[in-house]
């Protein structure tokens, strides 16, 4: 039981099943109804979209075992009593274990382009693999560089759906409901990834500032270690400004089709909470408190993605 436990912290399962939500529900709320309308057939349906989903929580999952693998020491000092690697599962384990999602997850992904002819996926999540090894070998010790990627990836998760059906869409529609409903996936695509991009830029910024101690030791140059704690907290200000401002504007967008429940929805449990970490964000100064506050962006990011369900109603 203690490996199993080990092993599920090690993958960070909670993190691997956000991502699988994510892809449901922008497939079966946003996707799917809209290529009902179009009376068009996604391409990404049934064992390629189940498929498509397992490959983006392994390539994950590799990831993530990698770069516990070269934070052994940066864990020593910030999360001593949750570094696995070392411990429960030893490197060599950690290093096979790596290869072994990453190529299924890869494997998976050549069987997806093969039978769409879709071959960007292969190459994308190959891409993934090999950014996502940069980013725990070096790019996360470097300025911005670590958190702008991890973001990336993040708004990926759900464009890799998008693009695959628009794209589709673009090059064989001939009728204006076709077309139509081609634009509402690339808005409402785009629309979420840019939330997931701008939410992860600010956890990303929130862990540096709670991880501030042991990347020191080691010689990390993240932003709060270059530009100072208050520098980096202004950083996660303004970006919290443009993410609260946008959400504002799209509720009174959405407004005029009188969708008083998702509005309801989320200005309690998205935009009131975003406020909350912004009134939070300059007082905190320890480790605690910059973890409470990158729960709560989480959290965010979970309600955020959860907002598509209303979509599956109002679409």
């Not at 999360?79 to 890869?106: C, E, I, Q, Y």
């Not at 081609?182 to 701008?198: C, D, N, P, S």
């Amino acid at each position: 039981m203690r490996f199993t436990a080990a092993f599920f912290k090690l993958i960070r399962l909670p993190n691997l099943i956000f991502i699988a939500l994510t892809q449901i529900l922008f497939n079966q709320a946003i996707l799917l109804p809209l290529l009902r309308k179009a009376e068009t057939v996604p391409v990404l349906h049934g064992r390629l979209f189940i498929l498509l989903v397992v490959a983006s929580v392994l390539i994950a999952a590799a990831g993530y075992i990698i770069n516990d693998y070269f934070d052994i020491n940066i864990d020593e000092v910030n999360k001593p009593r949750k570094n696995v690697v070392d411990r429960m599962v030893s490197r060599r384990w950690a290093m096979l274990l790596h290869f072994l999602f990453s190529g299924t997850g890869l494997l998976f992904s050549f069987y997806i382009s093969w039978k769409t002819g879709l071959w960007y996926i292969l190459v994308a999540n190959f891409a993934c693999v090999g950014l996502l090894f940069g980013y725990s070998a070096t790019l996360k010790r470097k300025l911005l560089s670590g958190n702008i990627l991890i973001s990336l990836l993040t708004a990926w998760v759900i464009l890799i759906l998008c693009l695959s059906e628009s794209r589709y869409m673009a090059f064989t529609a001939v009728d204006p409901v076709y077309l139509e409903q081609h634009t509402k996936i690339v808005r409402l695509g785009f629309l979420y990834a840019g939330f997931a991009f701008v939410s992860s830029l600010i956890r990303e910024a929130i862990k540096d500032m709670e991880d501030m101690e042991g990347d020191a030791r080691y010689g990390c140059r993240t932003m709060p270690i270059v530009w100072g704690l208050n520098a980096s907290k202004v950083y996660v200000a303004v970006w919290l400004v443009v993410l609260i401002a946008i959400l504002v504007i799209v509720q009174f967008y959405v407004l005029q089709f009188r969708w008083w429940l998702p509005v309801s929805y989320s200005i309690l449990l998205i935009i009131g909470p975003l406020i909350y970490i912004f009134s939070k964000l300059f007082p905190a100064v320890t480790p605690a408190e910059f973890h409470r506050l990158s729960r709560w962006i989480k959290t965010v990011m979970l309600t955020g993605i959860l907002s598509m369900i209303f979509f599956y109603y109002y679409l």
